[in-house]
C-alpha cells in the first residue's frame, strides 16, 4: 500500500514548492496515498502537534523528513516506506544527520525494527560513526528479549570473513543476557583475531554477570 504524506509548509519557505512538486509526481505515478499539505501559519496547533521546528517537514509513511528533496529521493522513500529495508537507510540517514535520539525514539515505537539494523553491523564498509551508532541502539536493548531474539542472526554474523562484523557481533551476543550466547562467545575466545578474542572475554565476563544477577 502506498504511503500517505503529511507535508508542513511555510510562507517564505523556499525549499517547500519543491517538495510539493515531487509529492504530487508521486502522486500521479500512484507512489503515495493521501497527500496532506498543512501551513505553519495557519494551523501552528497541528504543527505543535508534531514538533515541527523547521519546514518544509514531512511525514512519509514511518520516516520524519525535513529540508528540501528530490523528486527521486522522495520516490525512494516512499517505495522503502512500506519494507523493512528501508528502516535501516532511515536509522543511517539519521545518524549521519547527528539525530540519535530521533533514531533511539524511532526504533522504541517499534522494536522489531532493530533487526534491519543488522545489516549495519554486518557491514564493514559503512561509517564508522553510523555503526557506532546502530551498536548503540542495540546495546540500549542489553538483556531484553528484543535483542535476544536476534541472537541467532548475531551468532550467524560471529562467523563472518570480516573480523569487525565478527567483533561487533560478539558484544552484542555478551549483551543478550542468554546462557544460549555462551557457545557462539566461547567459540569467538578462538578467534585468529586478537581484538575479537578480547571483546569474546568481555562478553563472556557480561553473560556471567548478568546470570549472576538473575
Known amino acids: 500500500m502506498p504511503p500517505d504524506a503529511l507535508l508542513f509548509t511555510a510562507p517564505g519557505c523556499t525549499h517547500c514548492a519543491t517538495v510539493i512538486r515531487g509529492l504530487g509526481e508521486l502522486a500521479k505515478q500512484g507512489l503515495i496515498g493521501k497527500m496532506t499539505v498543512v501551513n505553519v501559519a495557519a494551523h501552528p496547533e497541528q504543527a505543535a502537534e508534531h514538533g515541527v521546528r523547521a519546514t ?19 520516490k525512494r522513500w516512499a517505495e522503502w516506506a512500506n519494507g523493512m529495508e528501508g528502516i535501516a537507510h532511515y536509522v543511517e540517514h539519521l545518524l549521519k544527520l547527528g539525530s ?27 561509517k564508522m560513526g553510523v555503526r557506532l551508532g546502530v551498536s548503540a541502539l542495540l546495546e540500549a536493548h542489553a538483556n531484553t ?12 554474523l560471529a562467523r563472518h570473513s ?17 546462557a544460549a550466547a555462551r557457545n557462539h562467545v566461547e567459540a569467538c575466545l578462538k578467534d585468529s583475531n586478537e581484538e575479537v578474542r578480547e ?15 538473575t
Open 56 to 74: 518544509p517537514w514531512l511525514r512519509l509513511g514511518p520516516f520524519t523528513l525535513t529540508g528540501s528533496h528530490s523528486t527521486s529521493e522522495l
Open 100 to 126: 540519535y535520539k530521533q533514531a533511539l525514539a524511532f526504533i522504541e515505537a517499534d522494536t522489531q525494527r532493530l533487526e534491519p539494523l543488522l545489516a549495519t553491523i554486518a557491514n564493514p564498509r559503512a
Open 145 to 156: 528479549p528484543v535483542l535476544r531474539k536476534l541472537l541467532p542472526q548475531l551468532a550467524e
Open 162 to 178: 570480516d573480523h569487525r562484523v565478527r567483533a561487533d557481533a560478539c558484544h552484542l551476543l555478551g549483551l543478550t543476557g542468554s
Open 199 to 213: 571483546i569474546a572475554k568481555d562478553a563472556m565476563e557480561a553473560l556471567e554477570q548478568h546470570k549472576t544477577k
